[in-house]
């Protein structure tokens, strides 16, 4: 088994369809809606220290799934100040570590960040369910999309137990 798109073949290319240029503003830019995660209107942090904050996703499908903010608001690694982007590694390391010490069955950590959504830096930890090869690389996000999601509290309480081994 190789990493497989969770869809029945065949799927029909489409066209990209015309660029929207100039692009839209994401939240926390100028025009934009406010940034969610200055206002707080994201999921509580279930751990956090003096630089970032961690939160369990709402409406997914992968428990042990979170996201890693910045406390500051600046949108990417090239705008992280130094002391900040310098400890990103550390942290990344420590959220990947509790993360494979917390949850049952998980075979690799993968990180995400895109960035399109909101201008807040944040990055994605999905975790890689142990034996699921179809789900390796880029396939991950599309199962967790298409896969059923599970209820939010129980998001909530697999980050909860990545929180208590950080
Ligand atoms: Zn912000």
């Known amino acids: 088994m190789t990493m497989t798109l969770p869809y029945q073949e065949p799927l029909v290319p489409r066209e990209p369809g015309e660029r929207q ?11 934009g809606p406010p940034c969610g995660i200055c206002s707080g209107k994201t999921t509580k942090a279930v751990w956090s220290d ?4 961690l939160h369990p996703p709402v409406g997914g499908s992968l428990p042990g799934a979170v996201w890693l903010a910045s406390r500051e608001h600046v949108d990417s690694f090239s705008d992280l100040p130094e002391p900040l982007a310098v400890d990103f590694g550390r942290v990344a390391g420590r959220v990947e570590k509790a993360m494979l010490t917390a949850l049952d069955d998980v075979a690799r950590v993968h990180l995400y960040r895109w960035g399109d959504g909101g201008s807040h830096f944040h990055v994605w930890f999905l ?11 880029m ?4 199962w967790e999309d298409v896969l059923p999601n599970v209820p939010d509290e129980e998001l909530e309480s697999a980050a909860k137990r990545i929180a208590a081994a950080m």
């Open 21 to 31: 240029i100039p692009e839209p503003p994401r939240r926390g830019e100028p025009g």
């Open 50 to 53: 003096d630089k970032w904050t």
């Open 127 to 137: 975790p890689r369910p142990l034996g699921m090869l179809v789900a390796t690389g």
């Open 139 to 142: 396939m991950l996000p599309l």
